[in-house]
């Protein structure tokens, strides 16, 4: 069974720091994929990270995956309170069927 | 482009109440589903359909109906609610680009509550 986890659970951070959240899933996938969730809102397509090795960058966020180590990340350059947010990442299983992890509750305080 | 809507936003049943659930997608997508949101849990999968007419169980699909009959629309119905279908439900609509598949778009939500 795909398992897909998420570490931190929470973070809180100051404004200006950096960070990084992992998303692990156990078995193989070459696609993975970062959403943002706003309280009280839907979520919204950040990253697809389409093979070994691919890294994007929007702004102050930059996504990797690493399929053998079956490991993506998101890093957070220089938080800023707009980058408060849950981040999820999801990994699709080849069957149309996406697995999301439990989400990254992100607080940047000021 | 609308993108992704669910109607309606808001509702409260009474346990044994029936209700469906409406998304309707304007990108020509292939593929929708049907998530539920619960704190802590992420999003589980309830049913998905890969095409006009056809549906499948995804990881929660006991309490719950789906139904396809055209492409842009994906309907979710609850045939007789309980207090563990409390939750927010998210539709959503992907594609494929030669077999490969993509990021899903997700709708608003709705927020179900069974009293």
């Known amino acids: 069974e795909l398992k897909v986890e998420q570490n931190p659970l929470f973070l809180s951070m100051q404004e200006g720091k950096n960070y990084t959240i992992y998303c692990n899933y156990s078995t193989t996938s070459d696609r993975l994929y970062w959403y943002r969730q706003d309280p009280g809102k839907s979520l919204e397509s950040l990253f697809v990270?389409?093979?070994?090795?691919a890294v994007k960058q929007e702004g102050r966020l930059m996504a990797s995956l690493d399929t053998k180590a079956r490991l993506s990340t998101l890093h957070i350059t220089a938080a800023v309170h707009d980058l408060s947010a849950t981040y999820f990442c999801a990994v699709d299983k080849g069957t149309y069927k996406y697995i999301f992890g439990t989400g990254t509750r992100l607080k940047v305080l000021a | 482009n609308a993108g992704v809507t669910q109607t309606p936003k808001f509702r409260v049943l009474k346990t044994g109440q029936s209700m469906t659930l409406l998304c309707a997608q304007d990108m020509n997508h292939e593929y929708m589903y049907w998530y539920r949101q619960d704190p802590g849990m992420g999003l589980r999968l309830i049913h998905y359909?890969?095409?006009?007419?056809?549906?499948a169980k995804g990881e929660v699909p006991d309490g719950y109906n789906v139904s396809r009959l055209k492409k842009q629309n994906f309907l979710l119905g609850l045939e007789s609610a309980a207090p563990s279908q409390t939750s927010v439900y998210f539709c959503?609509?992907?594609?494929?680009?030669?077999?490969?598949?993509?990021?899903?778009?997700f709708g608003p939500g709705t927020r179900l509550t069974v009293l």
């Open positions: 959503a609509s992907s594609y494929s680009i030669s077999g490969a598949y993509n990021e899903q778009f």
């Open positions: 990270l389409l093979s070994n090795g």
């Open positions: 359909s890969v095409g006009e007419g056809t549906t």
